[in-house]
């Protein structure tokens, strides 16, 4: 596992886009997380001069709710397209290069290969949450009055199901990679189907059957956070993880790799 990891590190690390790709990604999140709240409280503060009944404030930092906040909005399809987007190139240059021929000239295995990639999408699914770890524990602590274990810990399992969605991501984006070895074609197919084909579908199909479909379970492993003016409203979201979902998203992460695989043993080097 670590060799064919450290292999494709090393293949990464020496594309210049994939450091433009993932300091862009890490840039845009930590905007994101700290500057939500002040941007938040700048509307409310203009939205409360306005107001005939006065609007509660919104903390998004404090233990242990930070956690379902900062991972729902990190979980965004925005913020999954820049990983996604790293690994599509990634997938795409071996083709473009024949890289994948050297590698299984070298002795590398068509499976091996296939795994390399796995693993580099699982590790970017690790690093990802723990940068949202990182930084939710030091809001965390700047922000809140309780800074407990217990209020540290209680919901932190909302990084695993971020971490999920990560990879569910990433795997979708490889099995396109491996399937249109064109990097324009494969980004204009993730993007078309991210944005248009499959929330067009869910429009049309029953309430009962949009959970089935793989960009719909992601989003809905973690809900839109409970908060005080949602509540005000009568306004109610799941504040915990939808387990059905989170299997739903598994088994579609087994179906995106298993392809992948299938297409690498396949197909025409």
Same mark, same amino acid.
């Given at each position: 596992?670590?060799?064919?990891?450290? !292999?494709?590190?090393?293949?990464?690390?020496?594309?210049?886009?994939?450091?433009?790709? %993932? @300091?862009?990604?890490?840039?845009? =999140?930590?905007?994101?997380?700290?500057? !939500? +709240?002040?941007?938040?409280?700048?509307?409310?503060?203009?939205?409360?001069?306005?107001?005939? !009944?006065?609007?509660?404030?919104?903390? *998004?930092?404090?233990?242990?709710?930070?956690?379902?906040?900062?991972?729902?909005?990190?979980?965004?399809?925005?913020?999954?397209?820049?990983?996604?987007?790293?690994?599509?190139?990634?997938?795409?240059?071996?083709?473009?290069?024949?890289?994948?021929? +050297?590698?299984? $000239?070298?002795?590398?295995?068509?499976?091996?290969?296939?795994?390399?990639?796995?693993?580099?999408?699982?590790? $970017?699914?690790?690093?990802?949450?723990?940068?949202?770890?990182?930084?939710?524990?030091? *809001?965390?602590?700047?922000?809140?009055?309780?800074?407990?274990?217990? %209020?540290?810990?209680?919901?932190?399992?909302? $990084? @695993? @199901?971020?971490?999920?969605?990560?990879?569910? #991501?990433?795997?979708?984006?490889?099995?396109?990679?491996?399937?249109?070895?064109?990097?324009?074609?494969? =980004?204009?197919?993730?993007?078309?189907? @991210?944005?248009?084909?499959?929330?067009? %579908?869910?429009?049309?199909?029953?309430?009962?059957?949009? +959970?089935? #479909?793989?960009?719909?379970?992601?989003?809905?492993?973690?809900?839109?956070?409970?908060?005080?003016?949602?509540?005000?409203?009568?306004? +109610?979201?799941?504040?915990?993880?939808?387990?059905?979902?989170?299997?739903?998203?598994?088994?579609?992460?087994?179906?995106?790799?298993?392809?992948?695989?299938?297409?690498?043993?396949?197909?025409?080097?």
């Amino acid at each position: 596992m670590f060799r064919l990891l450290r !292999i494709e590190l090393t293949k990464s690390t020496s594309y210049y886009v994939f450091w433009g790709m %993932a @300091a862009l990604n890490l840039m845009a =999140l930590a905007g994101l997380y700290w500057g !939500i +709240q002040p941007f938040i409280d700048d509307k409310l503060a203009d939205a409360s001069r306005n107001s005939p !009944i006065p609007i509660p404030a919104i903390s *998004l930092y404090n233990f242990p709710e930070i956690w379902h906040n900062l991972s729902f909005m990190a979980g965004s399809r925005f913020f999954l397209m820049f990983p996604a987007l790293v690994i599509i190139l990634l997938v795409t240059n071996e083709y473009s290069f024949r890289t994948i021929r +050297q590698n299984v $000239i070298d002795g590398l295995s068509r499976t091996e290969f296939f795994l390399g990639k796995l693993y580099l999408s699982v590790f $970017i699914a690790l690093f990802l949450s723990l940068f949202l770890l990182i930084n939710g524990f030091l *809001l965390g602590i700047i922000h809140s009055a309780d800074v407990s274990s217990v %209020a540290i810990l209680s919901k932190i399992h909302f $990084i @695993a @199901a971020y971490f999920l969605e990560v990879l569910a #991501f990433c795997s979708l984006a490889m099995m396109i990679g491996f399937l249109v070895p064109k990097s324009i074609f494969a =980004l204009g197919i993730l993007f078309v189907y @991210a944005v248009i084909a499959e929330p067009i %579908a869910t429009h049309f199909v029953g309430e009962s059957y949009k +959970q089935f #479909f793989p960009l719909y379970a992601m989003s809905g492993v973690i809900d839109v956070p409970n908060s005080s003016l949602m509540k005000l409203f009568g306004v +109610q979201f799941k504040d915990y993880i939808d387990w059905a979902l989170v299997l739903i998203t598994l088994g579609w992460t087994v179906v995106f790799n298993l392809i992948s695989l299938w297409i690498v043993r396949k197909k025409n080097l």
